[in-house]
């Protein structure tokens, strides 16, 4: 029989390990929440199977596909990255007028795919605006095209793997300070208000693309940096129960109150894209994109304020840098150089890089910080 001491360090021993095995679950979980998005729009980036390659050796487990690529979708297949895979703007017409282009589209770039590509999501449309000069003509297609994809997803039966849903922009919200009293503009009720109902009923969530970085950049008198940069050493803002220290949770908070404004029920949200550009415009540097995507990271296995039971699902933006966009800022939003070389140490599996920010380092004025923000 073991003397006390043996079975003392056995148990022990064993506690350890089921210790280490919680932990590793949660660093998966919280990995797990964390999703890339594989933008193309570059003229020297690696070809689809190498990507692939590169998200698996990277530990990313998920990505944004913004139109179905045929030659990333094949790559895909056994993967087991999970994928949100988008309906481009352009198409939101034919599929929203022709059940017909539903049906087809779905049986060309689910149908042939699924089980083998772990489809999670389908993006029909990405920031469609009624009062965008640019989409403002796409507005009334957004909803059809969406109930016309769902149909053809749920006559497969697959409604309950496969969310169809959109992605906006926080543009319209015409209110967001203080995030408890979130609305959506007045002139987009009649647009919103109905997808929000569709997702209710198909038990979707809203997409949302968030950036802090255009909200500082565009107000930096009154937003810091150490708010939007997730290092401020105190709350900001007070909001009736809800206290915030970062900008992120206060603008996702927001879109989770204007959808409660609403009265029309619960809709959970998912971060389709975020992140901070490391060069190209004010406030864009290498060590502000890296405090703020390694910080978002860490940040994001937990919920908001408004929403703490909630882990928040969120895609990075973007994989790579892409010198086909425009205007210059927007070819810096990169996690990885075309070469596949990573452009930032931290990791995207729950670990993080610990170290003592210094504002004077960011090369960027870190102004006092307000409550108006």
Not at 81 to 108: C, H, K
Not at 273 to 300: C, K, T
Not at 348 to 357: L, Q, T
Request: aromatic share 12%.
């Amino acid at each position: 029989m073991p003397s006390f001491s043996a079975r003392t360090h056995k148990f022990s021993l064993a506690a350890q390990l089921l210790v280490l095995g919680i932990l590793t679950l949660n660093l998966r979980m919280a990995g797990a929440q964390i999703g890339v998005c594989y933008g193309m729009m570059g003229n020297n980036l690696p070809p689809a199977n190498e990507v692939i390659g590169l998200y698996k050796s990277n530990n990313i487990q998920r990505m944004r596909l913004y139109d179905p690529n045929q030659a990333a979708l094949e790559a895909l297949r056994y993967s087991g990255i999970e994928l949100m895979l988008g309906v481009p703007n352009s198409d939101l017409q034919s599929l929203a007028t022709n059940n017909d282009n539903a049906r087809q589209w779905v049986q060309r770039n689910v149908l042939n795919f699924w089980p083998s590509v772990k489809i999670k999501y389908i993006a029909v449309g990405n920031e469609v605006s009624p009062f965008n000069g640019g989409t403002s003509w796409l507005a009334q297609y957004v909803l059809p095209a969406v109930q016309n994809i769902y149909q053809a997803i749920r006559a497969q039966g697959l409604h309950d793997q496969i969310k169809v849903s959109t992605a906006i922009d926080m543009t319209l919200l015409g209110n967001s300070y203080p995030p408890s009293q979130g609305s959506f503009r007045g002139d987009v009720r009649s647009y919103i208000d109905p997808i929000i109902g569709y997702l209710l009923y198909a038990s979707a969530p809203l997409l949302v693309n968030v950036y802090p970085y255009f909200s500082y950049a565009g107000n930096p008198r009154d937003i810091s940096l150490a708010y939007a940069l997730f290092y401020s050493d105190r709350f900001v803002v007070r909001d009736g129960q809800y206290s915030y220290q970062n900008l992120f949770d206060a603008m996702l908070d927001s879109v989770h109150a204007a959808i409660d404004n609403t009265k029309i029920g619960y809709v959970e949200v998912v971060v389709s894209e975020s992140g901070w550009p490391s060069d190209g415009g004010f406030g864009a540097s290498y060590d502000a994109a890296r405090i703020y995507l390694d910080n978002l990271i860490f940040h994001v296995k937990g919920g908001t304020p408004r929403r703490p039971w909630k882990a928040t699902e969120v895609y990075l933006f973007a994989m790579f840098d892409e010198n086909q966009k425009n205007p210059e800022l927007e070819k810096h939003f990169g996690l990885f150089s075309p070469n596949k070389q990573k452009k930032y140490p931290f990791g995207f599996g729950g670990e993080r890089i610990n170290e003592i920010v210094d504002a004077n380092d960011l090369n960027a004025t870190v102004v006092p910080l307000k409550s108006d923000i």
